[in-house]
């Protein structure tokens, strides 16, 4: 699938955003190895820090439907700049994406590319996975 097509699927997602704390609309968008696409928006809470951003609940919704392998997310949002996923979501992107990529877009309809690995070069990496 396109990267721009990509684009599209994460900057429609961000209208489900629920963020009346913030104002700040974020879509995500992720495509696994087998080809499909799950989509996520950041969704806040009262109490601040339940509150969850656009790429985890992509990839949450994609890994509780039995996938956990993807290639591709790409990430929107309601402000004019390139919107870059948090520490805590680029650790959540290593775990199923090591060698995946994110896509941004800005208002101007630019594009920019970055590989997973090289956002958080020195992540939380020890062998701990046991199944
Ligand atoms: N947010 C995301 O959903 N993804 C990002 O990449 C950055 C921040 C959300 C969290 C919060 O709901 C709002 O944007 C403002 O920080």
């Known amino acids: 699938m396109e990267d721009s097509?990509?684009?599209k699927i994460?900057?429609?997602a961000k209208e489900?955003?629920?963020s009346p704390y913030s104002g700040f609309k974020v879509?995500?968008?992720?495509l696994t190895e087998k080809g499909n696409v799950f989509t996520g928006c950041n969704v806040e809470n009262i109490s601040f820090g339940a509150s969850i951003c656009a790429e985890r609940t992509a990839i949450l919704k994609a890994v509780s439907e039995g996938e956990k392998n993807f290639k591709k997310i790409a990430v929107m949002s309601s402000g004019k700049n390139f919107t870059?996923?948090?520490g805590?979501?680029?650790q959540v992107l290593f775990e199923f994406m090591?060698?995946?990529e994110l896509i941004v877009s800005n208002n101007d309809g630019k594009i920019e590319k970055y590989?997973?690995?090289d956002l958080m070069p020195y992540q939380f990496n020890e062998k701990l996975k046991k199944y």
């Open 98 to 100: 090591p060698e995946g």
């Open 10 to 12: 994460a900057d429609k």
């Open 5 to 7: 097509e990509l684009i």
């Open 16 to 18: 489900n955003s629920y």
């Open 115 to 117: 590989k997973i690995k």
């Open 27 to 30: 879509g995500a968008c992720v």
């Open 84 to 86: 870059y996923p948090c």
């Open 88 to 90: 805590i979501c680029i």
